[in-house]
């Protein structure tokens, strides 16, 4: 299941050039770490890594559903049941964090926090109860996360890339310039443009997840996102620059992890198979197709899905279906990485740049920087 800690295995290497995890153990140590956690709509994430000459290795991870965004598109506010669950998982985080030094570690909170009333008082009970200080991102920094951690999977003869990630509470499109390589290496990928769409998976599975089951159901939710992608296609003309070539759709989310989970008939979702997999739109399409078919109770026993996913399954599938029907990319690249890895890439980045040495910092520094 791409959702749950087992899909974060500590196992390989995340490199800033190349698109794949390895497959070898890594045993986590004592060697300085970088961490970054991410508060989503519907998961916890943490995320730690060992710098390497070409990325970070992931030394451990963390990943829970806490469903934080649950009931707040009807009541504008977070519930003190989702507040509770996400207080259990980051407490988990926060040992984790605890058991191992630490050279720099950033958290952020995106839709749910962004979006309820009480967002900002349930960031500082979060940091009075585990000492970790989450900040609000905005939606461009995470459209800017989100092709950070995506730009290794940028090839030879890419102009433009569509990045979306299907998040629980909104659903996030970035339209990014690749610029030509240079040398050994590409400058640093240019975002163009981008929308938040305010459908994620949570958000439409309260609204209308029972009727995704349905044909007509479907139907409709991926006409009303088929509505908000042509006016951000308006503005950048997106369909004629794929009519041109050169450009490279890829998904990050828990919803194409799993179409590429079906589609290679994975008995058990396993990362390193599928993180900058690059798949047929038709194959996607079959898989879709085959995941609709199955039904509650089918979806429920699926490997790569699972009872606690099974309501926002066919949600994330009708807003791939409406991404598939406006832009018409022949390949999807699927990616099983986000922010936590554009985090650890930035903080990488900007410490070897300015030459810094690792520090040791004491288990209880746990506040993110600003």
């Excluded at 979006?115 to 461009?140: D, K």
């Excluded at 050994?184 to 997840?209: C, K």
């Excluded at 296609?233 to 759709?249: K, S, Y």
């Excluded at 009872?307 to 999807?332: D, M």
Aim: proline share 6%; charged share 20%; aromatic share 4%.
């Amino acid at each position: 299941m791409p959702d749950d800690a087992a899909s974060h295995a500590l196992t390989g290497t995340t490199s800033l050039t190349g698109g794949r995890h390895g497959e070898a153990c890594v045993r986590p140590g004592l060697v300085p770490a970088y961490a970054a956690l991410d508060l989503g709509t519907n998961n916890c994430r943490l995320l730690i890594g060992a710098p390497t000459a070409s990325g970070f290795r992931v030394v451990d991870s963390f990943s829970r559903i806490v469903r934080l965004g649950e009931g707040l598109a009807t009541t504008g506010r977070l519930s003190e049941a989702a507040m509770d669950r996400a207080l259990a998982a980051l407490g988990a985080c926060a040992d984790k964090l605890g058991r191992r030094p630490v050279r720099r570690f950033q958290a952020v909170a995106t839709e749910a926090c962004r979006r309820a009333a009480n967002g900002a008082a349930f960031l500082a009970r979060v940091e009075a109860e585990t000492g970790l200080r989450p900040r609000i991102i905005s939606a461009r920094e995470e459209a800017e996360l989100a092709m950070e951690s995506c730009a290794p999977l940028f090839e030879a003869g890419d102009r433009r890339a569509l990045l979306f990630d299907i998040g629980g509470g909104s659903t996030e499109i970035a339209w990014i310039r690749v610029p030509p390589r240079r040398g050994l290496g590409r400058p640093p990928a240019e975002l163009i443009g981008y929308v938040s769409l305010p459908l994620g998976v949570v958000t439409l599975a309260e609204r209308a997840g029972a009727s995704c089951f349905t044909a007509a159901g479907f139907g409709a939710v991926v006409e009303e996102v088929v509505a908000h992608l042509l006016a951000f296609d308006r503005v950048h003309c997106i369909g004629q620059e794929i009519r041109a070539g050169g450009v490279r759709l890829i998904g990050t989310s828990g919803t194409v992890t799993t179409l590429a989970g079906v589609a290679l008939a994975l008995p058990r979702y396993r990362r390193p198979l599928v993180d900058g997999r690059t798949l047929d739109a038709e194959v996607a399409d079959q898989a879709l197709g085959d995941l609709f078919a199955l039904g509650r109770a089918g979806l429920a026993a699926h490997p790569c899905v699972g009872p606690e996913r099974v309501e926002f399954v066919l949600p994330g599938c009708a807003i791939y279906a409406a991404i598939r029907q406006v832009w018409p990319v022949p390949r999807l690249t699927v990616a099983d990485r986000g922010l936590r890895e554009g985090m650890l890439l930035r903080m990488i980045r900007a410490d070897r740049h300015w030459g810094r040495e690792p520090r040791h910092h004491p288990p209880h520094r746990l506040a993110p920087e600003a």
